[in-house]
């Protein structure tokens, strides 16, 4: 039986891995595309409750858990107390909440170390796949939609942004950043020379494809973690990372153009909110006013900035494109708080392993909660369900894992 067990987490932990690449293929079957990913949710959930019922008593005493639920407590109560349509707030309460069911199936299965190393390195191929799918179409110079780039400053140097399969280059970047840490992880791991040489190659791929996807927000969430991590294990090696990435930056034309169109005044103009563009720094300065105006339980949520609020029309802009302002604005202070407590807590006990147990593997899966936690400033990257399921995968692990 326990044969049988584990190799329905092992399938489970693959599907969530390789998530990206799984959705590329079912979302073309007719009806079950649109539901596969709630049905894997589902299946994981009560599969875990049945083989892992006994630790239910540990799961309601964990602090990440009870954070899911003080969020949750919060969100109900921004929509208790503000009128607006059920439908909006149950739209985003599942986009956020729903995923979060992976972290307690993981935890009430507690995978054993060999399943833990499957599910990384398995994270690591699909991320490697990714990349390579990322360099492959910026070779081959796919077309790509115009406003993915800033006409006015970049239309003539960055003529591809690589998507793979995912449909967007910064959705792209954030499946990246989650593997990124995890390759590089396992080029310390490893003691074979071969594998490390392998390791080491798809970390490049990986960066390759994340440098391609020109996404700033996944470079600074990807490249800033991964310096964080470096230093605590290394200041010396944290700050060659600095001067590496310096000299790539003046190396690279395109990559210094990307970086430096965020002084330019015409963007910070537009950004702004100049010539009616709705930039986003306007919407985050609308974001945040929208907070202050309702600072106890926001607008409710699903009404503002989020796919829900533009979906049932309380939203006028494109996305927020900050799930921390998003959420602010839609929850108020108490939701805000309550949600960085709900996301954050697997990190800060991955930083806590790290320094009492001083093994890398904490450091590494810390760094790639991090790059997450980063990105999610300046991207609604919690609207993609691939990222979070993985988010909270790995966040679940910071429980279970003991190497």
């Known amino acids: 039986m326990e044969k049988v067990n584990s190799a329905l987490r092992r399938i489970f932990l693959f599907l969530i891995a390789f998530y990206p690449w799984v959705n590329y293929v079912l979302k073309k079957v007719p009806k079950l595309g649109s539901v596969w990913d709630d049905l894997l949710i589902l299946t994981f959930f009560l599969f875990a409750l049945f083989v892992g019922y006994k630790r239910i008593k540990d799961l309601i005493a964990l602090p990440g858990f009870l954070f899911a639920l003080l969020f949750a407590t919060v969100s109900v109560l921004s929509f208790v107390f503000n009128n607006y349509l059920f439908l909006a707030f149950q739209h985003q309460f599942r986009l956020l909440l729903e995923p979060f069911f992976v972290f307690v199936a993981v935890f009430l299965i507690s995978p054993t170390k060999d399943e833990i190393h499957f599910y990384l390195k398995t994270l690591v191929f699909s991320s490697l796949l990714l990349g390579l799918h990322g360099v492959y179409q910026y070779i081959k110079k796919v077309p790509t939609p115009a406003q993915w780039v800033d006409k006015d400053l970049e239309s003539t140097s960055i003529y591809t942004r690589a998507f793979s399969v995912v449909g967007s280059p910064n959705v792209l970047a954030g499946y990246l950043e989650l593997g990124l840490p995890v390759a590089i992880y396992y080029v310390f791991y490893d003691k074979d020379i071969f594998k490390k040489i392998v390791y ?28 964080l991590a470096f230093t605590a294990y290394s200041p010396v090696i944290g700050f060659a990372l600095i001067a590496f990435g310096a000299l790539t930056i003046f190396a690279v034309p395109v990559l210094r153009l990307r970086i430096l169109s965020l002084f330019d005044p015409s963007y910070i103009e537009k950004s702004l909110g100049g010539g009616g563009s709705a930039g986003r720094l306007f919407r985050w300065k609308y974001g945040i006013v929208n907070g202050f105006e ?23 802009y494109t996305s927020m494109d900050s799930v921390y302002i998003n959420v602010f604005a839609e929850t108020g202070f108490l939701g805000i708080i309550s949600f960085i407590l709900f996301v954050s807590y697997g990190f800060a006990n991955y930083v806590y392993k790290f320094f009492t147990k001083k093994k890398l593997i904490f450091l590494f899966l810390g760094a ?21 399921l993985n988010f909270w995968v790995i966040s679940a692990l910071s429980e279970v894992l003991d190497e």
């Open 294 to 316: 309702h600072p106890l339980f926001g607008s409710g949520l699903g009404t503002f900035g989020s796919s829900a609020g533009q979906k049932y029309g309380y939203f006028a």
């Open 368 to 388: 790639s909660m991090l790059s997450i936690l980063i990105h999610i400033f300046v991207e609604n990257l919690f609207d993609v369900w691939g990222i979070t």
């Open 200 to 227: 080491a190659l798809s970390s490049l791929a990986i960066v390759s494809g994340l440098l391609l996807t020109f996404s700033r927000g996944g470079w600074l969430g990807a490249f800033g973690a991964l310096f």
